[in-house]
């Protein structure tokens, strides 16, 4: 990018996007065999219970087919 021709208070902070750090971060821990079983059964029981959810929410949201359609006495009209 383009210097800054004016002064800046904080020129650090002006000049912070083009800072590259030569220290490398440490290498990530590996999740021990409890952290990886607790993380596989809390995503089963999550999708278990959407699942669930959708079994129990399914014959709501179904209309009924098999029954016929009824009138009432106030349609036909005496």
Known sequence: MFGRREPVPFAFLAEA???RSNVTPPPRRR????????????????????IGALVLGMPAL??????PAQQS???QGH
């Open 62 to 67: 179904s209309t009924p087919s098999d029954t």
């Open 73 to 75: 006495q106030a349609s």
């Open 31 to 50: 999740a021990s065999f409890g952290e990886m079983a607790g993380r596989w059964l809390l995503g089963l029981t999550i999708v278990a219970g959407l």
């Open 17 to 19: 996007d083009r800072f």
